[in-house]
T-cell receptor
Framework: NAGVTQTPKFQVLKTGQSMTLQCAQD?????MSWYRQDPGMGLRLIHY???????DQGEVPNGYNVSRSTTEDFPLRLLSAAPSQTSVYFC???????????FGSGTRLTVV | AQKVTQAQTEISVVEKEDVTLDCVYE???????LFWYKQPPSGELVFLIR??????QNEISGRYSWNFQKSTSSFNFTITASQVVDSAVYFC??????????FGTGTSLTVIP
């Protein structure tokens, strides 16, 4: 199915654990981004990429790493999970001239 | 400072009423884009509309309409004859030069049957 695929959909981590949220798109989009959504905060940009091999920080990058080795994949790594990282994470992609982002279905992460 | 302000946190209307969701933005760029997204209870984010800063024409799509006014930096969204299926959280967003999108905090709309 064409679109943005995020895995897993749900995850519970213990404080201090690390994990990778996967994001893949099959639309050959140049731009990919990771957002987190928290109640009353809207969506905040964590990291983004304008193409393979190029990444940059967004509004709330601390505690997260990304890489973009291929056009299709844009994994988000939590280095040492903290309760403050409990959130819903959305991956999104678009082409340079796209009308808007296509979002994945989200990953609900709980850190205990 | 917030680049996108959605002052209405929650709105409840009775089915068939019209409702307007407000969005005020802030930017110094002359070229920018404004968006509305819908997030139904299932959680996914659905693109509704994009507007560029050079096109102030209002747009209508079925029961949805958007009013873009640069003079007041507003991009309001009106749903006519609301339906229960319109119940969702609606996000307004701004994109300046570059890749970053700035989202508002969202307006939760509940349509009561």
């Amino acid at each position: 199915n064409a679109g943005v695929t995020q895995t897993p959909k749900f995850q519970v981590l213990k404080t201090g654990q690390s994990m990778t949220l996967q994001c893949a798109q099959d639309m050959n989009h140049e731009y990919m981004s990771w957002y987190r959504q928290d109640p009353g905060m809207g969506l905040r940009l964590i990291h983004y990429s304008v193409g393979a091999g190029i990444t940059d920080q967004g509004e709330v990058p601390n505690g997260y790493n990304v890489s973009r080795s291929t056009t299709e994949d844009f994994p988000l790594r939590l280095l040492s999970a903290a309760p403050s990282q409990t959130s819903v994470y959305f991956c999104a992609s678009r082409t340079y001239r796209a009308r808007g982002y296509t979002f994945g279905s989200g990953t609900r992460l709980t850190v205990v | 400072a917030q680049k996108v302000t959605q002052a209405q946190t929650e709105i409840s209307v009775v089915e068939k009423e019209d409702v307007t969701l407000d969005c005020v933005y802030e930017t110094r760029d002359t070229t920018y884009y404004l968006f509305w997204y819908k997030q139904p209870p299932s959680g996914e984010l659905v693109f509704l509309i994009r507007r560029n800063s050079f096109d102030e024409q209002n747009e209508i799509s079925g029961r949805y309409s958007w009013n873009f006014q640069k003079s007041t930096s507003s991009f309001n969204f009106t749903i006519t004859a609301s339906q229960v299926v319109d119940s969702a959280v609606y996000f307004c967003a701004l994109s300046e030069a570059g890749n970053q999108f700035y989202f508002g905090t969202g307006t939760s709309l509940t349509v009561i049957p």
